[in-house]
């Protein structure tokens, strides 16, 4: 398994690097239009197709995300469109975590499928969008869920339940505690306040996500920075929701030893829009 895991890293990473970094963003916003079609063909066998309807969702998405692409949309201001998104990410979030995996069942077959390809979609329009703003930018954010991951495993594993009584969610994923919260989000203070002591140092031309917070305040740097994590928790968790209804362990056995595509950006899937919601608020894009 390890060894597994190992190999599809470096498979991914050999893909995405070059991607990322090539001076022209669009070999990066085709890598992200794969990874969310394959997001949204787990997503239709989540949602109960079979191979031929998984595949058509898959292709509903892509043709989403093209149609944005050729209307220009990927290089406009959308302001609007990230405070709706990230508006309805936050209330849906809110209600799925509060209705419990139950809950999930109760939802009409129709919306949840519409939800999760819109989603798939806003995704990688707010990862390409941050891509063009800069790759320091992009960085930035994708950093602070993997940092907030980490952090919170290594802080689970050594504190769970010594300090709090309760599990975070035991009836949505058992593994997680508050102790795991609580070190991701010492780690991503402690990874925001010092990106923006390396983006001052190196008088980066392009600011990160967290020195465009800070240039307006350092509270709301501390707010925001506590924000996202607090979302790319309840990303995670919403994934286990969905799972755990479908009775599935993960969305698919796309990514040998890691799972599935969803398994993988489900924290990202709600802090991508929402960073882009906060910067447009907060600093011209």
């Not at 079979?50 to 209307?71: E, I, K, N, R």
């Not at 504190?159 to 102790?179: D, H, M, T, V, Y």
């Amino acid at each position: 398994m390890l060894q597994q895991r190992v190999i599809t890293a470096i498979v991914l990473l050999a893909i995405l690097l070059p991607a990322l970094f090539y001076a022209s963003p669009v070999p990066f916003m085709a890598v992200v239009l794969v990874l969310m079609a394959a997001g949204a063909w787990e997503w239709g066998r989540l949602s109960g197709f079979g191979q031929a309807g998984a595949v058509a969702v898959g292709a509903a998405c892509v043709a989403l995300c093209l149609v944005s692409w050729f209307l220009g949309w990927t290089d406009r201001p959308l302001g609007a469109l990230w405070i709706v998104g990230g508006g309805l990410w936050v209330l849906a979030t809110a209600w799925l975590l509060r209705a419990g995996v139950p809950g999930w069942a109760q939802v009409p077959s129709a919306l949840r499928l519409v939800a999760g390809v819109l989603a798939l979609w806003l995704a990688w329009l707010a990862a390409v969008q941050a891509r063009k703003i800069g790759i320091n930018f992009l960085l930035s954010v994708l950093v602070l869920v993997w940092v907030a991951d980490i952090f919170a495993y290594f802080a689970g594993r050594a504190f769970g339940l010594r300090f709090a009584k309760n599990k975070l969610a035991p009836s949505i994923s058992p593994g997680k505690s508050w102790e795991g919260v609580w070190g991701g989000l010492a780690g991503v203070m402690v990874l925001a306040f010092a990106w923006v002591a390396a983006d001052a140092h190196w008088q980066a031309t392009v600011g990160s996500f967290y020195t465009r917070l800070a240039q307006q305040g350092w509270w709301l740097l501390v707010v925001a920075a506590l924000f996202m994590v607090a979302m790319s928790v309840c990303g995670d968790l919403v994934e286990s929701l969905i799972k755990r209804s479908a009775g599935v362990k993960d969305s698919s056995a796309l990514l040998p030893g890691h799972g599935g595509v969803l398994d993988r950006v489900d924290a990202l899937l709600p802090t991508l829009p929402l960073a882009m919601m906060l910067t447009s608020l907060t600093t011209p894009l």
